[in-house]
Every structure is written in structure tokens, then in C-alpha cells.
């Protein structure tokens, strides 16, 4: 019983192409006439499209009628789509590496996964409420050339930084660490939240090192803590938001604050330093965001999540 429901969930899983309708469309694509397909189309309009993991490279479908097309998984590299009609199309994981999309009309198409890097898009090519996720590949194509709504191109551009950026990781390995830990406090520009949890969370960790160090080891190894500089004894409920006041201005004001290392500890010197140099990394990635923001503007983009879309 277990064995016959693994080879149907394996059959399911498996590509569905039909073979009649890939012939056809070959057919049309040798003769560079798509008209016998696009007939074959409005004969028979309710028949579903099965072209998943169909090789149609350098393909001639100029003005082709592959409205909800399924596609998924396709090579449709260096294909020449101009003016074709993809309009609820599934695409995921299919690869349209230098494609001809001029003219083509992407309306609610499935692009979860999809390579589109170094497509030929024009001002009529238009990817309107597009299912993307943090898979679609569209490098090289240039988003301002074609008609995009915003939260895709939002995306696309996010996802565009991020898989340069990992590309980078691989060139330089010696300095993937530290980077990846810069670029992952602002999501590569895409998390406000993160980088103002991350500044307040250091924020507090360096306070509690500061007020703990004093406590255990006076005077410890920040001046006027416990003290003020007139020789006053601070209070000792006030001592902790001291501290951690002290430690938010230093992050704020890259150390300029009313408030410095011990003269005579080494450890609070080496300590302010790097959170001098910590708070330094987080207002830039904040200016970074802040950047995007204001090019982009509050855009409530999301990725569609990742579903496995099995043949019917």
C-alpha cells in the first residue's frame, strides 16, 4: 500500500508535457507562423496548456497565445516571445535566460523561482501583481525599462542586492563573514525592524557589561558612572539607566558623550572602541534603509509563499 502511494506521489510530482501540444507549438516555431497554434487555441479554450519542463530554446513564439500556460520548470532560453501573451501564465522555475519579452503582457504570472537575467524587455512589457519569491532571478534586466507595479519591482530589486551580494560572498570568502553579518542587520536593505532591534539589543548588552564590570570591580571601566564628576554619589536605582543611557549615546553619538572610558582600564577602552565601531556600522545601515525608503516609499510588498504546484 505504502509503495503504490510513493509511485503516485512520484508520478504527480513528475513534469506534465503533453506531447501534442509541444509538436504544435514546435511545429508553429520552425515555421515561424504562430497562427495554427493561436487558432488551435480559440477552438478549443477551455483545454488546459501542460508544457512543464518542455525545451523550447531560441524558439520563434512571437504573438503566441499562452495565456495560463502551464510552464513551469520550461527552458525558454534566448526564445523570442515579442508581443505573446503570458497573462496567468506559470512560469516557476522555468528559464528564460536572454529572452525576447518585448511586448509581453506578464498579468498575474506565476514567476516563483523564474530566471529572467539579461531578458530584452521594452516600454510595452509589463509584469503587473506578479507571484515572485526570493528565488526570481531577474539580474540584468532593466526594471525602469519596462511597466512594473511597485511592490514587484520592490522585490525584485531586493532580490537582485541580495544575490550579487552572494556572488561577492564567494569571490572573497576571507571577508563573506563580516559582510554577511552587515548586510543580514538590514536584510539587504528591506528590514527597518531588524536594525533597530540589533542597535537596541548591543545597546543593552554593552550596558549591562559597563554596570555589572563597575559593581563587581570599582569603579569599573566607564568614568562618572557611579560617580558623577562633581564627586556625588549617584543613586543606586538610577545607576542602571545610566548605564544605559551612556551606552545609547555612545552607539548615537560615535562617543561624544558626557561620559568616557576609565583613564586607567584598558578593557574600557577596547570595549568603547568597538562600540564606537559597532554603532558607526548600524547608523549606516540605517541611512541605507532609510534610503530605500524614501526612493521606494511605504510599499506593503510581500513574497508569495513557496507552494509545490503539482499537476491536476
Same mark, same amino acid.
Given at each position: 500500500?505504502?509503495?503504490?502511494?510513493?509511485?503516485?506521489?512520484?508520478?504527480?510530482?513528475?513534469?506534465?508535457?503533453?506531447?501534442?501540444?509541444?509538436?504544435?507549438?514546435?511545429?508553429?516555431?520552425?515555421?515561424?507562423?504562430?497562427?495554427?497554434?493561436?487558432?488551435?487555441?480559440?477552438?478549443?479554450?477551455?483545454?488546459?496548456?501542460? &508544457?512543464?519542463?518542455?525545451? %523550447?530554446?531560441? *524558439?520563434? #513564439?512571437?504573438? @503566441?497565445? $499562452?495565456?495560463? =500556460?502551464? /510552464?513551469?520548470? !520550461?527552458? &525558454?532560453?534566448?526564445?523570442? %516571445?515579442?508581443? *505573446?501573451? #503570458?497573462?496567468? @501564465?506559470? $512560469?516557476?522555475? =522555468?528559464? /528564460?535566460?536572454? !529572452?525576447? &519579452?518585448?511586448?509581453?503582457?506578464?498579468?498575474? *504570472?506565476? #514567476?516563483?523561482? @523564474?530566471?529572467?537575467?539579461?531578458?530584452?524587455?521594452?516600454?510595452?512589457? &509589463?509584469?503587473?501583481?506578479?507571484?515572485?519569491?526570493?528565488?526570481?532571478?531577474?539580474?540584468?534586466?532593466?526594471?525602469?525599462?519596462?511597466?512594473?507595479?511597485?511592490?514587484?519591482?520592490?522585490?525584485?530589486?531586493?532580490?537582485?542586492?541580495?544575490?550579487?551580494?552572494?556572488?561577492?560572498?564567494?569571490?572573497?570568502?576571507?571577508?563573506?563573514?563580516?559582510?554577511?553579518?552587515?548586510?543580514?542587520?538590514?536584510?539587504?536593505?528591506?528590514?527597518?525592524?531588524?536594525?533597530?532591534?540589533?542597535?537596541?539589543?548591543?545597546?543593552?548588552?554593552?550596558?549591562?557589561?559597563?554596570?555589572?564590570?563597575?559593581?563587581?570591580?570599582?569603579?569599573?571601566?566607564?568614568?562618572?558612572?557611579?560617580?558623577?564628576?562633581?564627586?556625588?554619589?549617584?543613586?543606586?536605582?538610577?545607576?542602571?539607566?545610566?548605564?544605559?543611557?551612556?551606552?545609547?549615546?555612545?552607539?548615537?553619538?560615535?562617543?561624544?558623550?558626557?561620559?568616557?572610558?576609565?583613564?586607567?582600564?584598558?578593557?574600557?577602552?577596547?570595549?568603547?572602541?568597538?562600540?564606537?565601531?559597532?554603532?558607526?556600522?548600524l547608523l549606516g545601515a540605517l541611512i541605507t534603509r532609510f534610503?530605500?525608503?524614501?526612493?521606494?516609499?511605504?510599499?506593503?510588498?510581500?513574497?508569495?509563499?513557496?507552494?509545490?504546484?503539482?499537476?491536476?
Amino acid at each position: 500500500m505504502d509503495e503504490s502511494e510513493d509511485k503516485k506521489d512520484k508520478a504527480n510530482k513528475e513534469p506534465r508535457c503533453d506531447p501534442e501540444q509541444l509538436a504544435l507549438l514546435k511545429k508553429c516555431s520552425q515555421n515561424r507562423d504562430i497562427t495554427e497554434w493561436n487558432n488551435w487555441r480559440r477552438e478549443n479554450p477551455n483545454e488546459e496548456i501542460w &508544457l512543464q519542463g518542455a525545451t %523550447l530554446l531560441s *524558439a520563434h #513564439l512571437e504573438q @503566441a497565445d $499562452l495565456r495560463g =500556460a502551464h /510552464l513551469e520548470g !520550461a527552458r &525558454l532560453i534566448r526564445t523570442h %516571445l515579442q508581443g *505573446a501573451n #503570458l497573462i496567468r @501564465a506559470h $512560469l516557476k522555475a =522555468a528559464t /528564460l535566460w536572454r !529572452a525576447n &519579452l518585448e511586448t509581453v503582457e506578464f498579468y498575474k *504570472a506565476h #514567476l516563483q523561482g @523564474a530566471d529572467f537575467r539579461n531578458t530584452i524587455v521594452d516600454g510595452s512589457t &509589463l509584469f503587473w501583481q506578479c507571484s515572485i519569491d526570493n528565488k526570481t532571478d531577474f539580474r540584468g534586466v532593466g526594471l525602469d525599462a519596462c511597466r512594473m507595479d511597485e511592490p514587484t519591482k520592490y522585490l525584485l530589486e531586493y532580490n537582485r542586492r541580495r544575490m550579487n551580494c552572494q556572488n561577492w560572498y564567494q569571490e572573497h570568502p576571507r571577508l563573506a563573514r563580516p559582510a554577511k553579518a552587515f548586510f543580514w542587520i538590514s536584510d539587504y536593505g528591506r528590514s527597518t525592524t531588524r536594525i533597530i532591534f540589533v542597535f537596541f539589543a548591543l545597546a543593552f548588552v554593552f550596558a549591562n557589561i559597563y554596570y555589572h564590570w563597575g559593581r563587581i570591580f570599582p569603579p569599573g571601566i566607564v568614568g562618572n558612572l557611579f560617580i558623577d564628576g562633581n564627586g556625588v554619589v549617584v543613586p543606586w536605582w538610577l545607576v542602571p539607566l545610566r548605564t544605559l543611557y551612556f551606552s545609547i549615546a555612545t552607539m548615537t553619538t560615535l562617543g561624544f558623550g558626557d561620559m568616557s572610558a576609565n583613564s586607567q582600564s584598558i578593557w574600557g577602552h577596547i570595549l568603547l572602541t568597538l562600540q564606537v565601531l559597532l554603532g558607526y556600522c548600524l547608523l549606516g545601515a540605517l541611512i541605507t534603509r532609510f534610503s530605500v525608503l524614501f526612493h521606494t516609499g511605504l510599499i506593503p510588498a510581500k513574497f508569495k509563499e513557496q507552494q509545490q504546484e503539482l499537476p491536476k
